[in-house]
């Protein structure tokens, strides 16, 4: 079992910058790769930003150049850097850990971009 925890999120000015981040742990040595996924009302959840262990890091194409993602294996930790965050941007953003048992996803953190 892995068990994630997001935390960063709130209300956020278009334009404005905000830093999720992610606390894995359990049995965080299956982990394979991480991710953060976004999921907006009534809308599908979709890619945000994925990051497998030694490979290459993949962005959905509406955040590239805006978002960073990174990992800390020795804190066991992912962060996801959001500038000239969008209204568009808003959704409930979700972290993600693909294991070699299973997937699993943390409770989730509102990201809302309004002026």
């Known amino acids: 079992q892995v068990q994630l925890v997001e935390s960063g999120g709130g209300l956020v000015q278009p334009g404005g910058s905000l830093r999720l981040s992610c606390a894995a742990s359990?049995?965080?040595?299956?982990?394979?790769?991480m991710g953060w996924y976004r999921q907006a009302p009534g809308k599908e959840r979709e890619l945000v930003a994925r990051i497998p262990n030694g490979g290459t890091t993949k962005y959905a194409d509406s955040v590239k150049g805006r978002f960073a993602v990174s990992r800390d294996n020795a804190k066991n930790t992912m962060t996801l850097q959001m500038n000239s965050l969008k209204p568009e941007d808003t959704a409930v953003y979700y972290c993600?850990?693909?294991?070699?048992?299973?997937?699993?996803w943390g409770q989730g953190t509102q990201v809302t971009v309004s002026s």
């Open positions: 993600n850990a693909d294991a070699w048992d299973a997937g699993y």
């Open positions: 359990g049995s965080i040595l299956r982990i394979y790769a």
